[in-house]
């Protein structure tokens, strides 16, 4: 199985940027230099493993939320869109999409 080291880049990029970090701040909290970050970023450089966990770290998000596109089980793709979703949700708000959800999917059992 070969990386799709652009995807991984484009991920970390896209979530560096949510959370308003620049390159230069990332690096200093991942302890790598900026440019490197920048290679990983446009896929030039691979990133390791050690690299790969500091930033999962640093950005608060797990391994598969930046692994997703290369992963061949879809359900891991939709874990990540799902804990994003969830991540910032309040108690209130969690209860109501639960609830939306489990609404939703019946609907479409019955309607099928």
Do not use: W
């Given at each position: 199985?070969?990386?799709?080291?652009?995807?991984?880049?484009?991920?970390?990029?896209?979530?560096?940027?949510?959370?308003?970090?620049?390159?230069?701040?990332?690096?200093?909290?991942?302890?790598?230099?900026?440019?490197?970050?920048?290679?990983?970023?446009?896929?030039?450089?691979?990133v390791s493993l050690p690299a790969l966990i500091k930033i999962c770290e640093i950005l608060g998000v797990t391994a598969d939320r930046l692994l997703y596109d290369n992963l061949s089980q879809p359900?891991?793709?939709?874990?990540?869109?799902?804990?994003?979703?969830?991540?910032?949700?309040?108690?209130?708000?969690?209860?109501?999409?639960?609830?939306?959800?489990?609404?939703?999917?019946?609907?479409?059992?019955?309607?099928?």
């Amino acid at each position: 199985m070969s990386l799709d080291y652009k995807r991984i880049g484009r991920n970390i990029r896209e979530v560096r940027r949510s959370q308003g970090l620049t390159q230069d701040v990332l690096a200093e909290k991942v302890e790598l230099s900026s440019n490197h970050i920048s290679h990983v970023e446009i896929g030039s450089s691979p990133v390791s493993l050690p690299a790969l966990i500091k930033i999962c770290e640093i950005l608060g998000v797990t391994a598969d939320r930046l692994l997703y596109d290369n992963l061949s089980q879809p359900t891991a793709h939709l874990s990540a869109i799902v804990s994003d979703c969830f991540a910032d949700a309040s108690p209130q708000e969690t209860n109501v999409m639960l609830a939306v959800a489990h609404s939703a999917k019946q609907a479409l059992r019955e309607n099928s």
